[in-house]
C-alpha cells in the first residue's frame, strides 16, 4: 500500500499563489507517475496535472501557464505550484498517485491510490 498526504492548501486572495505537497509513505516506488486532481462543491472531481518519474508532464488546460507539478523522488515528494490563482481554482485538491513505471493519465480511475485532499479557496 502507498499512503500520500497533501499539506499546502489554504485561504489566498485572487492573483496570489500556494504550493501544495505531497508525502508519499509505505510502498513507494522509484518509478511513480503522481497527479494531482480537485473537486469544487456539486462538481465533479477533474484532473489538474501529472508528472511521470521521467519527467514528463501533462496538465489541464485551465490551469495551464499557471500550474506546475514537480517531483522529488529522493524525498517521495509532490508539489503543485499554483500562481495567478482565480475564485474557480478553490475545490479540494487530491493527491493521486500510480506505481510501476505507468505512463501519465488525466484519468482518475487510473490512480489506485489517493491522499485525504487539502481545500484550497481563493477569494475573489
Known amino acids: 500500500q502507498v499512503q500520500l498526504e497533501e499539506s499546502g492548501g489554504g485561504l489566498v486572495q485572487a492573483g496570489g499563489s500556494l504550493r501544495l505537497s505531497c508525502a508519499a509513505s509505505?510502498?513507494?516506488?522509484?518509478?511513480?507517475?503522481m497527479g494531482w486532481f480537485r473537486q469544487a462543491p456539486g462538481k465533479e472531481r477533474e484532473f489538474v496535472a501529472t508528472?511521470?518519474?521521467?519527467?514528463?508532464?501533462y496538465y489541464a488546460k485551465s490551469v495551464m501557464g499557471r500550474f506546475t507539478i514537480s517531483m522529488d523522488n529522493a524525498k517521495n515528494t509532490v508539489y503543485l505550484q499554483m500562481n495567478n490563482l482565480k475564485p474557480e481554482d478553490t475545490a479540494v485538491y487530491y493527491c493521486?498517485?500510480?506505481?510501476?513505471?505507468?505512463?501519465?493519465?488525466?484519468?482518475?480511475?487510473?490512480?489506485?491510490?489517493w491522499g485525504q485532499g487539502t481545500q484550497v479557496t481563493v477569494s475573489s
Open positions: 493521486a498517485a500510480r506505481i510501476l513505471a505507468a505512463p501519465v493519465s488525466n484519468d482518475a480511475n487510473d490512480y489506485p491510490y
Open positions: 509505505g510502498r513507494t516506488s522509484s518509478s511513480p507517475t
Open positions: 508528472m511521470r518519474w521521467t519527467g514528463s508532464t
